[in-house]
């Protein structure tokens, strides 16, 4: 069935089977291959992105539920050439190895920050408790999320 939705303010039209993710929707019709596939079951973040301003395992949800509504990606957080400040909190804190787990950290933090501007340690932890790193050991992710709430 074809559905019609707004991808990083974008108007787009999509065919998609009727039990198809949000996800393969993203990466493999819209390509935009950001957002990753790593559990598949919700379980480590990598697929997150904004439904209607609300973060959610891309995974998870259907792509037809997104029909009619406003999905952000990754790929729609920098402005331009300009790296949205969690990205560039990132790179600068040295937060990234392999970088798999990277957007969806981005899309998490970024959307912590845009409700709390800036958070506290706890609240950092908490907003990124859904989101698994296999590499980093957490701690300069979090560095950068602190780096990134700077006013
Ligand atoms: S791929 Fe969606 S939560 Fe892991
Ligand atoms: S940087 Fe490799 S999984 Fe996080």
Not at 19 to 41: F, I, P, Y
Not at 75 to 95: I, K, Y
Request: glycine share 10%.
């Amino acid at each position: 069935m074809r559905i019609s939705l707004t991808v990083n303010g974008e108007p787009a039209e999509v065919d998609v089977w009727e039990g198809e993710s949000l996800l393969v929707a993203l990466r493999e019709r819209l390509e935009l291959a950001g957002s990753k596939n790593a559990c598949e079951q919700g379980e480590c973040g990598s697929c997150s992105v904004l439904l209607d301003g609300a973060l959610v395992c891309s995974c998870l949800v259907l792509a037809v539920q997104a029909d009619g509504h406003a999905v952000v990606t990754v790929e729609g957080l920098a402005d331009g050439e300009r790296l949205h400040p969690v990205q560039q909190a990132l790179v600068d804190a040295g937060g990234v190895q392999c970088g798999f787990c990277t957007p969806g950290f981005v899309v998490a933090a970024a959307d912590l920050l845009a409700r709390v501007p800036e958070p506290s340690q706890d609240e950092i932890r908490e907003a990124l408790a859904g989101n698994l790193c296999r590499c980093t050991g957490y701690a300069k992710i979090f560095d950068a999320v602190r780096l990134a709430a700077r006013p």
